[in-house]
């Protein structure tokens, strides 16, 4: 492409006051091929908007660079094609509301990042969307017939979509049609399931292909071209589907871990799920011998949120043991019910259910149960009961009901951990044990993906599901999976229905985007895609293990075979190859280092120190934008480049930055953990485990690791980063200039 570059500088926002513009565009156009620059006070107000238009098409621009506001703002004012090259400048949040008026430094900072923007359209190319050999689907695959499986179908032939629902069960309905009443919308009173209905709308529904008693043999391909192999009633079938949804459900937690609160000792102590199921059936009697029930006690929290089981809270527990004492009452008025909880947890409107037990008669004792025995055929409860500060017991119970857990039926990414007997001799140094593989944690192989990372999605740190905990429902860590019900979090069937139905939204805008060579989440719309120079691979293997969306197989040299539906365009690939191979049309290792090459390094005497500030464009960058926004400041010295994701930085950059005389190099990317916050899951992990191994870079140039440091930033610790900022220029400042000033 034949670039015709024009550059145009708003003025408004205050920009003009701080800055005299007028310089930096005779600077540009006298060291760089621009054919146009012009200034405008109002550039994204209609005038300024077709002023660039005119040029377009009057002149033949079609390169064009906007030094204006964020491009977090305004994009879609700026959209000029896809035919067009765009590159934005932040002259108003990083340089006008963040820098001291009509300054030298604040005018050469102006400078520097129109330089930086010229060097970077000098290697742009125009992307070019993705086009799959073979024809894509636009079906999609649901894995799991319960209620989030059948809603997930349903929403998706309601939007006019074929769904294909896969189900090991010879039935449909999962739990929900094992349950006698529910607890939906608006929680006055419990109802029908409306299990048999749903059934029948999905089993009569044209757009919907049922597999009953089936299991998902294998799932090979990407988005839009996912090819699922499927056994079912001993025959095997062949689909193809753009998208995913698995809504395998769950299961309770193991109450043969439960001993010490009576489960496999006393008849008389059941489960929930047990006690629905009795419900169900008919009547509610005690197990031991078949009579009438007068007094019942229910355990809450019955293992869950206890590090020796199942640590954290299953939400539903509390409304469904609700609804089980309706059981109880409905069958039998002068009965008792206990419900024994550490917290009542009934979300939302769900309260008013809460209400209605409380003057239904229901006993609510806040306590922990201290021993669960049987005396002369009754069961009887000691507790602790908090409120009244003392020790109770609750006796001539017909039934001990416990409220057990939800634990997702997936394949955790790791063994999960529990807290160790103390005189487990198997414990680590936190005193942690590896779960055993009949704990309940564990489940049969839902997808079986044919990707090198593994036939399972990716788990958190309990089993269940996730890419983004915060800024992503619904998506995991494979590009056009999505999990939906109480796979993805413990939750009752109202919410399940609702998670189920953006989980299908969200697998329609996957096909949708895909179809168009569109990446999703969280780089949704953008067109590129990594691009790989086979003739200098070594077959190291980095790109495939570090990427985290399975975006890469290998074949069986060792040769990276790329998935382009799969990738999100995150650069964790390009930042891992140490060949440099690979890299997209508007984003590469030479494009980065063209703008680090064209910062200006003030010589030593002038005492103006150059300090790289690379940020993510996820959480880093907006908070940089927010702190601008608030006039807050910092050190004029800086330089901001905004990266796609830490995980695509490369170690070159480091080497040649300081080698050309840069002071200090700061990365500031999303925090990462257990809770990690990177959209791009490991990227920040990544570059924080490089950027520890360049301390032997730094020691080859004679330079002191303190000029190279990373750090955790939130997209609302936006009030922390001149704090940040200025402590870097601190340390950059006792360490003293670069040595290679100059050279």
């Known amino acids: 492409m034949d670039k015709n570059i024009g550059i145009y500088i708003c003025t408004g926002c205050g920009i003009g006051d701080m800055l005299d513009c007028d310089p930096i565009a005779e600077m540009a156009s006298d060291e760089y091929s621009v054919s146009i620059c012009k200034n405008h006070p109002f550039l994204c107000g209609a005038e300024g908007v077709d002023l660039i238009k005119k040029d377009i098409e009057g002149e033949g621009v079609n390169t064009i660079i906007i030094a204006a506001c964020s491009p977090r703002v305004n994009y879609d004012v700026f959209d000029f094609g896809q035919d067009k090259i765009i590159e934005r400048v932040n002259f108003r949040e990083h340089v006008a509301w963040s820098q001291a008026e009509k300054d030298e430094n604040t005018q050469m900072l102006a400078e520097d990042y129109i330089k930086m923007a010229c060097a ?29 499986g059948m809603t997930a179908a349903l929403e998706t032939a309601k939007a006019g979509y074929n769904a294909i629902l896969v189900e090991k069960d010879p039935k449909l309905g999962g739990f929900l049609a094992k349950m006698k009443k529910n607890v939906t919308l608006p929680y006055k009173d419990i109802s029908d399931t409306g299990a048999e209905a749903m059934i029948k709308a999905v089993s009569d529904n044209p757009k919907i292909k049922v597999y009953t008693s089936a299991a998902v043999e294998k799932i090979s391909g990407g988005p839009g071209i996912f090819s699922v192999e499927i056994k079912a009633n001993g025959n095997s079938a062949t689909e193809r589907a753009g998208a995913i949804v698995q809504a395998t459900g769950w299961v309770p937690y193991d109450a043969n871990k439960l001993g010490h609160l009576g489960y496999g000792k006393f008849k008389n102590v059941i489960t929930n799920v047990e006690m629905e199921e009795m419900a169900a059936a008919g009547k509610i009697t005690r197990p031991s011998d078949g009579k009438d029930v007068k007094n019942v006690l229910f355990i809450q929290c019955a293992g869950s949120r206890d590090p020796e089981h199942l640590p954290y809270c ?63 055929g009754n069961l009887y409860v000691s ?48 005193g942690m044990i590896e779960v055993k593989p009949d704990s309940g944690f564990f489940a049969t192989s839902a997808l079986n993906l044919a990707y090198r990372q593994g036939p399972e999605l990716p788990t958190l740190k309990y089993g269940f599901p996730d890419s983004h905990f915060i800024c992503f429902p619904y998506e995991t860590r494979r590009t056009g999976i999505y999990s939906a019900g109480c796979i993805r979090r413990p939750m009752e069937v109202g919410k399940a229905k609702d ?47 570090e990427c985290p969306f399975g975006a890469i197989n290998e074949d069986e040299k060792g040769n990276p075979l790329p998935s382009p539906t799969r990738c999100r365009r995150c650069g964790t690939c390009m930042g891992a190859c140490p060949e440099r191979i690979i890299s997209f049309k508007n984003y590469s290792v030479g494009m980065i280092g063209d703008m680090l090459k064209a910062v200006s390094v003030p010589e030593e005497d002038e005492e103006k120190p150059r300090v790289i500030v690379f940020v993510c464009e996820n959480d880093a960058y907006p908070a940089v934008d927010m702190a601008g926004i608030k006039k807050m400041n910092w050190s004029p010295y800086v330089r901001f480049v905004p990266v796609r994701c830490l995980g695509s930085i490369a170690l070159v950059w480091v080497a040649d930055a300081l080698a050309r005389g840069i002071d200090g190099l700061l990365f500031m ?75």
């Not at 634990?407 to 103390?422: D, G, M, N, T, Y």
Request: charged share 30%; glycine share 8%.
């Open 120 to 148: 970077k359209i000098g290697r742009t190319d125009l992307p070019e969307p993705f086009k799959a050999e073979e024809e894509y689907s636009k079906d999609i695959l649901v894995v799991g017939g319960g209620v989030a």
């Open 314 to 376: 299953s939400s539903s527990c509390c409304l469904v043991s609700m609804k089980q004492a309706t059981y109880v009452k409905e069958q039998n008025p002068e009965a008792v019910n206990y419900i024994l909880y550490k917290d009542i947890r009934t979300v939302g409107q769900s309260e008013d259910f809460y209400r209605k037990a409380q003057m239904d008669g229901n006993v609510f004792i806040r306590g922990s149960v201290e021993e669960v025995g049987e005396s002369g």
């Open 383 to 430: 507790a602790n009961d908090e409120l009244l500060g003392e020790k109770i017991k609750i006796e001539e119970l017909d039934l001990v009901v416990l409220a057990v857990g939800m634990v997702p039926r997936s394949l955790p990414a790791e063994i999960p951990k529990i807290k160790a007997p103390s005189d487990s001799k198997e414990a680590d140094a936190d």
């Open 499 to 545: 998670d189920a139905t953006g989980a299908a939204m969200k697998a329609i805008q996957c096909i949708e985007a895909t179809s168009i060579g569109m990446a999703v989440h969280p780089r949704a719309g953008d067109i590129s895609y990594p691009e790989f120079n086979m003739s200098r691979c070594t077959q190291c293997k980095r790109c495939t293990e």
């Open 669 to 743: 990317g999303c925090r990462h953990g257990d809770d990690y916050q990177c959209h791009f899951v490991k990227g920040s992990e990544l570059a924080n485990t490089r950027l520890s191994k360049v301390s032997e870079t730094l020691d080859r140039l004679s330079l002191e690791s303190d000029r190279v440091k990373f750090i955790e930033v939130g997209i609302t610790d936006c009030d922390k980063v001149p704090a940040i900022i200025s402590e870097f220029m601190e340390t950059i400042e006792s360490v003293g200039p670069n040595p290679y000033k100059g050279w």
